[in-house]
């Protein structure tokens, strides 16, 4: 059997049945890691702590307490603190710090549903980004052509995916983090509803913006891995409790369309109606992107759904919205890293202010710091009514016309980006193209609603392309659902970069 690319549920079985161990398991993806380094994607491996936690999955396989995941590797974005592992963002801010303890989803997924962690994964440096290129520690390469950026700032999760490195990962998605990537390096990957998933040991970049998500490589495999991830947390002030969070992901997966007679017929989407946003499809999208995605559209139609024009008449103001709130967050949130508890402190100072301005000058790379001292501008008085404010009237209205979209359709679908990875340093010297690459993102995580990106096809230079599905607020289950009856009769999701087969 062919571990490295074999799906959750796969290796389960092979787990289950003892074909192999969880310990010989972990060797395998870490063997493959080790030969992968030119692609830049661990920060921290550490074979002595990821073998003794896959010798206690075995333990506990051993004596019949198994879950869905026991056993199963994962690796995280370096965004999660981790217990015992190097946490650092991405940043010479937290290039040696060590967590004393677990980010909320890495307790989930590893105490909790027994994975096994094989290492910490390279990311934009507080995940502020959309190529992996403004790391600390040197940009992540895309698997399917290493000149390319993988996306990001959750890239170096995708392409440890998209390589075989690990069979699942966590990301985060502030602005489309979790999708983008994914689109790029030919994975599967959701943002789930803001607050359906703790933030407690995320490190903040935008706290009203930043949700955690699963990586994987198919959408059932997304299923198993946030129906684990979820769940209220009284560590967390943003977690939610309600009705709509009580019902088990996985069961909402398992009921909806995949039963009665419209599944035997061949049609498990009967009357479930898509809503193509006109804006997703204006300039600016490329010809080898347009046509996957209405390739794509079409396959659902055939699965029985039906496609309706409805329109997102502020797509365009999400960029200036998200551009003024998630830098003025940002600029709050990394106040603490000021050289005086914690990360970097500069060696060159004479007194506590040239200290702390120093050591954030040397910690920052010049993404944050552009961001940072523009959230620090549109919150400063005489500006913070003219802008931040402003901003936040626009993301209301945005997630108006996701509600008033809602009600003529069940998903809404379109491109994740507008064009297929780029070349890596491509568009380093004009931040406002880079910015341009999330114009069908910004939108969802400004309205807090869960989308996910799921593999369409290939464009240009064999270069993998992404659909983005979004769904109402808490409907995770039915858009992963939706997904997978559309993975059902294709095979995007399976391919693999040839150097990495």
Known sequence: MNFVHSTLKDLRVALDTK???????????????????????FLHIDRGLTLGQAREADARIARGDVGALTGIPVAHKDIFV???????????????????????VVEKLGAGAGMVCLGKLNCDEFA????????????????????????????????AIAAGLTPAATGTDTGGSLRQPAAMCGITAIKPTYGRVSRFGLIAFASSLDQGGPMAKSAEDCALLL??????????????????????????????????????AGSPLQGVRIGVPKEFFGAGLAPDVANAVDAALSEFEKLGASCV????????????????????????????????????RTRKYNDLAEMIAN?????????????ILTGAYVLSHGYYD??????????????????????????IMGPVAPTTAWDIGAKNNDPVAMYLEDIYTLGVSLAGLPGMSVPCGFGDGNMPIGLQIIGNYFDEGRMLAAAHQYQQVTDWHTRRPEAFA
């Open 19 to 41: 074909q192999v161990s969880a310990a010989e398991l972990a060797e395998v993806f870490l063997a493959r890691a080790e030969k992968a380094l030119a692609l830049n994607i």
């Open 82 to 104: 981790t217990k015992d592992w190097r946490s650092t963002a991405g940043s010479r801010m937290l290039a040696d710090y060590v967590s004393p303890f677990d980010a909320a």
């Open 128 to 159: 502020m980004g959309s190529s992996n290129e403004n790391s600390a520690f040197g940009p992540v390469r895309n698997p399917w052509n290493p000149v390319k950026i993988p996306g990001g700032s959750s890239g170096g999760s995708a392409a």
């Open 227 to 264: 129906e684990a991830m979820a769940g209220f947390d009284e560590r967390d002030s943003t977690s939610l409790n309600s009705n709509e969070t009580k019902t088990p992901i996985l069961a909402r997966f398992s009921e909806a369309f995949g039963s009665g007679e419209r599944a035997s």
């Open 309 to 344: 024009e409805i329109s997102l008449p502020r797509t365009s103001l999400s960029i200036p919205a998200y551009y003024v709130i998630a830098p003025a967050e940002a600029s709050s949130n990394l106040s603490r890293f000021d050289g005086v508890r914690y990360g970097h």
């Open 359 to 371: 050591s954030r000058a040397e910690g920052f790379g010049a993404e944050v710091k552009r961001r």
């Open 386 to 411: 003219a802008y931040y404010l402003q901003a936040q009237r626009v993301r209301r209205l945005i997630g108006l016309d996701f509600q008033e979209a809602f009600k003529s359709c069940d998903f």
